[in-house]
């Protein structure tokens, strides 16, 4: 079945600093790849996505690839600041199901970004 | 604006008792969806409607019922089967499937259930 393997956390970097969270996915398909940021209290909000091999999603400074040939879709953002301090998810939507738009997610990844 | 709307915040339910999540959006979504929050465990899909009067069981749907009665409203029912009802929950919705889909999922704030 479909799954996603994230970078575990919890991740504590500076101020400015270079981000990346790995994420792998395993999929049936041809899966679409998202991430979704998670503020605390709060639900999931799109952070970026991509659709097919080689895409490029970005957002807000953060950007991934998506690489069939690695099945990997790592998030990474240049100079991080305070306010991305959140939960990271990675999740792929598995178009073999056709039209069936069930997410499946990593577990997951804090980020806290120290000033 | 359109969003999703998620009620209560926050949850108390006594052992035995069943209690009803609430979950409405006003983005003419044709897809709703209820997911399971734990500590480490990322989410996990309890149950799942693409159109209105039919929903599908997900990956953990013991324990829990729905209703989609409505277009606009997917209330969750926690009954007291569910052993472990202590987490947070999640709904979401998203545009109607096509194949092919890329539609992302829109999702709620969030409720709290913890057992008294």
């Known amino acids: 079945g479909d799954s996603v393997t994230q970078m575990e956390g919890p991740v504590t970097l500076s101020e400015e600093a270079f981000l990346t969270i790995n994420c792998t996915y395993t999929a049936t398909g041809y899966p679409s790849l998202f991430w979704y940021v998670q503020y605390p209290g709060e639900g999931l909000q799109l952070l970026l996505k991509?659709?097919?091999?080689?895409d490029k999603g970005s957002n807000k400074g953060f950007e991934a690839t998506y690489r069939k040939e690695t099945t990997s879709f790592h998030l990474e953002k240049g100079s991080v600041q305070v306010s991305d301090s959140a939960v990271y998810f990675c999740a792929l939507s598995d178009r073999a199901n056709f039209g069936n738009e069930k997410l499946t997610f990593g577990t997951g990844t804090r980020l806290t970004i120290i000033p | 604006d359109g969003g999703i709307t998620q009620s209560p915040k926050y949850l108390f339910r006594k052992e035995g008792q069943n209690v009803t999540l609430s979950c409405e959006q006003n983005l003419n979504h044709d897809a709703m969806y209820w997911y399971r929050q734990d500590p480490g465990q990322g989410l996990r899909l309890i149950y799942y409607?693409?159109?209105?009067?039919?929903?599908q069981k997900g990956d953990i749907a013991e324990g829990y019922s729905v209703s989609r009665e409505k277009k606009e409203s997917f209330p969750l029912t926690v009954t007291s089967a569910q052993k472990n009802p202590t987490a947070f929950y999640l709904c979401a919705s998203s545009k109607a499937s096509e194949i092919y889909s890329n539609q992302p999922q829109h999702f709620g704030d969030g409720t709290r259930l913890s057992i008294l």
């Open positions: 991509a659709t097919k091999a080689d």
């Open positions: 409607s693409q159109i209105v009067n039919d929903f």
